[in-house]
Every structure is written in C-alpha cells, then in structure tokens.
C-alpha cells in the first residue's frame, strides 16, 4: 500500500510538486529541500525531506530544534506549514522504504533520547507521513510560540502525549485504521 501510494501521490503531484520548488528557489534561493536526519525503524537515522520552509542555517541538517521560532520562515514556507505541502517530498522517502504513509512521526535523535524506553516500543514499526498525533497537534507551532519556554513545552507536554498516540498506534494498528487516518488528514488539512 505505502509503495503504491507514494508512486501514485509522486506521478499525480508531480506538477504541484514542481511549482513548490519552483517557488521556494523563486523567494529564497538553493536548496528547495530540508534534509534533517530523523530516528527511524529499529532506531536507525535515515534523512527525511521537505520542502524548505526558512530561511538557509547551517548545521540544522543534524537535528537542530527551535521550537516556536518564527523568524526566520519565508513568505512561501508559512503557506506551506499552513497548508501541511512542506511534507509532500516524504512521499520519497515512503518510496525508498524510509517511512509509511501512515506511522508515528520520526523525531531528531534529542527527543528519542529523552525518553528511549517509550521509544523503543515506538520504533518497531516505521514512522510515517501522517498519523494521529500529527491531526491532534496539527497547530503545534502556535502552542510553541506562545510558549514562554517552547523547549520545556515540548519535552513535557507535547511529546509525552505524542508518545500515548504513538504506542497506542502501534498496539492497535490496522490496514483500515491507517486508511481512516488518511481520510482524516485530507479532511483537516483541507478543511483548515
């Protein structure tokens, strides 16, 4: 399912994927994507892609986290946050065998090591695109810019409710429930 969904979402998209490079190198410049090294199956890195959403900073590459920082995001990179398309370059990494449509979401080494027993059970299974945790907490980056300390926030609230949706994924994933949470995706984000 994941293969054939990618190749599908790839060929299909292809055209939109191609304006939203296009756009990112229009506003501010090379490179169009955002490689991060992300924690995957079995506790292995593996580098995630998505369309770049800020401005150019070095060493970000390995992990680098700046919860609620708005700064530095470009014009094109808010409509993309907004609208979940910075995403859509992970159809390559489902079509390499990184990831799946729909599994928890990889994190940055930092935040598996802050709680690598919950991890452990998380990683049996390969993150994904899109998941249950990425449709309660789709307005994440608002609850970090509000937050007078994001990086406290993170570690204490979210990620730890994160961590309940992920194990509970895991202990009752399905074929139909992973096309449910598809359908649930499209519905938010295109409802938004």
Do not use: H
Not at 6 to 23: F, N, R
Not at 56 to 74: C, I, K, L, Y
């Amino acid at each position: 399912m994941d293969l054939a969904g990618a190749l599908v979402g790839m060929v299909t998209l292809s055209p939109l994927l191609a304006l939203l490079w296009l756009a990112v190198v229009v506003e501010s410049g090379l490179p169009a994507l955002f490689r991060q090294r992300r924690v995957g199956l079995g506790g292995r890195d593996f580098v995630l892609f998505k369309f770049r959403t800020m401005s150019v900073r070095r060493g970000t590459e390995d992990g680098s986290f700046d919860a609620g920082d708005n700064a530095r995001v470009t014009r094109i990179g808010a409509f993309l946050r907004k609208t979940k398309m910075d995403e859509l370059p992970q159809l390559w990494n489902v079509i390499k065998g990184d990831m799946s449509l729909v599994g928890p979401r990889p994190e940055v080494r930092q935040w598996v090591e802050a709680y690598p027993e919950r991890w452990a059970t998380v990683l049996t299974v390969r993150p994904g695109i899109t998941d249950p945790a990425s449709i309660e907490f789709r307005n994440e980056e608002e609850l970090l810019a509000r937050s007078p300390d994001p990086d406290r926030t993170y570690r204490e609230e979210i990620l730890p409710r994160n961590l309940d949706l992920y194990e509970q994924y895991v202990a009752t994933r399905s074929f139909w429930a992973d096309v449910g949470i598809l359908v649930r995706t499209v519905w938010v984000v295109v409802g938004k």
